[in-house]
Every structure is written in C-alpha cells, then in structure tokens.
C-alpha cells in the first residue's frame, strides 16, 4: 500500500448518476477494535523482543512498526457521497464499497485487476446488493500525475464514460501526462474538444480536492483505501490496500 438515484442497471453506468447529496455517518467499531489489537501486539513485541540473543550483549531497543493506515479510535466519520460520484452498480444498493483511488498507484491498479473485476462478476453486483463509489486520492507527493488523471477521468465521467475511462487509465498508468490523457479520451470516444476544455480549465480541482480531504478524515493514509458501508444501519468495515476479493466478501458478510 503506497503512502502519502434512482435505480440504475447492475452494469457499468455509462451517463453519471445524478441523485441528491447526502452524508453517511460512519462507526468506527471494527477501526478501534484493529487498531487496540495491533497496538497491544506491538507493545508485547517491544517487551518480550529483548530478552533472546547474547545474555553478554545489551538489549537493542526495539523499532515499532506504525500500521500504514493507523485506525482512529471512537468518533465519527462523516463522508458526503455525491450525485455525481462514479456509481457501479445499483444506485440504491443496500451496501456500498467506497474506494479512494489513485490512478498513477500500482497497487491501485492491482486491485482494479483484482478484486474489482472479481466483484463485477460477483453476485453481489448482479443482484443490486453492492455497488461501488470511486472517489479520489491522488498521493501527489510521490505521483506527478496523479491530480490532473483525477480531473481528468471526472471529464470523462461529465460525458458518462468514466468507467470506460477508468479502466484506459489503469492500463495505461505509465502514459499519464496531459497528451496521453487526451489520446485516451479520444480512444473511448469522447468529445476530445469538450474533453480538452474540462481538462485545461480545471474544472474539476476543487472536486478532487474534497475527495482527497474526505479520504483523510475517513482514517485513509495511502491507497487503495475502501469504507464498506451498511446505508441502512450505518456500520462500516475498513480495508485497506490491493486484497483479494474474499476480503470484501467478509466485510460484506459481517454489515448483512
């Protein structure tokens, strides 16, 4: 892991979901409960770790390991999810995935191959129960081009073909830059006129911006960075990096 609407159909939307703003409350229950497990592991390690090797030799201090996404204990956590947010899926599915993504993040790119694929063919897809919301968090310190492929897939999506665009991106993750980002969009078929505009304006750099300030409030620290949430009870299970699909199923699993 890399540091730092009414029903639509069970398929790739190919227009953006436009359905009211609304906030999603999410309960750190299962962040606090990794977090005390973790810490108290690190803490026997550092006591007990001393004790073998040479009995002539001074104990070493010990090195702690921070988790690359250290989960914060109690509170809450309030994420707006957008009319205009990327939905795959059923709009109004009861749980959803919500992904922050950075599309220079190879890790990023793993999952899109992965686990993503896998949930497209899931039956959790199929059925409308899941859907998945894609929202920005370009790691802009160690990845250049990150921001403007942001902006740029939201140029896309104004068109109704991020996903399409999406998955040129990730493909494509070493072609980036503002010329490449143009070829793709001709490549899926946009309007590279209204395209271009949209991208050399920044149109969208504001709207990244809340993406990336909602991933760090939400405990994110790198990407790929998902909060599985229950719209109905409001719990949430947090996972963190390119894991298997079996991961999400679990976390699906445990918000039914």
């Known amino acids: 892991m890399e540091e730092h609407n009414k029903h639509a159909t069970h398929t790739e939307h190919h227009k953006p979901v436009h359905k009211e703003k609304g906030t999603i409350t999410f ?8 977090g005390t497990f973790l810490f108290a592991a690190l803490f026997l390690i550092s006591v007990f770790g001393g ?12 090195t702690p390991t921070a988790p690359t996404n250290p989960p914060a204990v ?36 793993r999952v899109a191959d992965g686990a993503i694929a ?16 894609y929202k920005h968090f370009p790691l802009s310190s160690i990845h250049p081009y990150a921001q403007n492929a942001a ?17 040129v991106l990730f493909a494509n993750a070493n072609a980036l830059d503002d010329n490449s980002l143009k070829a793709h969009a001709e490549t899926v078929g946009l ?21 990336l300030d909602q991933g760090t409030s939400a405990g994110a620290r790198g ?30 699993n445990a918000l039914q």
């Open 27 to 34: 309960k750190k229950s299962s962040m606090w409960k990794f």
């Open 51 to 62: 004790f073998g090797g040479n009995s002539g030799a001074a104990p070493s201090a010990p």
């Open 74 to 109: 109690g509170g809450e956590v309030t994420v707006e999810i957008n009319g205009d947010d990327p939905i795959l899926g059923d709009a109004d599915a009861e749980i959803s995935i919500v992904e922050f993504s950075d599309f220079q993040c190879p890790f990023c790119s």
């Open 118 to 133: 896998d949930f497209k063919s899931s039956s959790y897809f199929s059925n409308g129960e899941v859907n998945l919301i």
């Open 151 to 167: 902006e740029a897939s939201d140029c896309a999506n104004k068109q109704g073909k991020f996903w399409e665009y999406h998955d």
């Open 191 to 211: 309007d590279l006129d209204a395209f271009s505009e949209c991208l050399d304006s920044n149109e969208f750099e504001a709207s990244v911006k809340t993406d």
């Open 223 to 252: 990407t790929p960075y998902f909060v599985v949430v229950n719209h109905k009870s409001g719990d949430t299970q947090v996972i963190s990096g390119a894991v298997p699909w079996s991961n999400f199923e679990s976390a699906i």
